[in-house]
Nanobody, 117 residues
Framework: QVQVVESGGGLVQPGGSLRLSCTASRSSFSIYGINWYRQTPGKQRELVATIRTDGGITVADSVKGRFTISRDNAKNTAHLQMNSLKPEDTAVYYC???????????WGQGTQVTVSS
């Protein structure tokens, strides 16, 4: 199966920016849509952003205008650019691939984003 590694998280002040990366272990990255999720303790996992195989993008209303998603198929990598961060964005962020409407990758450990003064 495809494994992923998420990176780029950290501690940032409100209004700051981070760029998260999702790197997959297989070279067939281009056949998958890529989703970014986030999860906080006691809450369900939230879908934050999607980039389709054709490059089309969808982001959740909660991050609209602040986050964007991109991909580099040659590097088996997707990114989540996070701007104007708010404390409520604090979460562990995960990525996964989608094909035929089903999640395809093994879950990684995620990367922690903490937005705090």
């Amino acid at each position: 199966q495809v494994q992923v590694v998420e990176s780029g998280g950290g501690l940032v002040q409100p209004g700051g920016s981070l760029r998260l990366s999702c790197t997959a272990s297989r070279s067939s990255f281009s056949i998958y849509g890529i989703n970014w999720y986030r999860q906080t303790p006691g809450k369900q996992r939230e879908l934050v952003a999607t980039i389709r195989t054709d490059g089309g993008i969808t982001v959740a209303d909660s991050v609209k205008g602040r986050f964007t998603i991109s991909r580099d198929n040659a590097k088996n990598t997707a990114h989540l650019q996070m701007n104007s961060l708010k404390p409520e964005d604090t979460a562990v962020y995960y990525c996964n691939g989608v094909k035929f409407g089903v999640l395809q990758f093994l879950w990684g450990q995620g990367t922690q984003v903490t937005v705090s003064s």
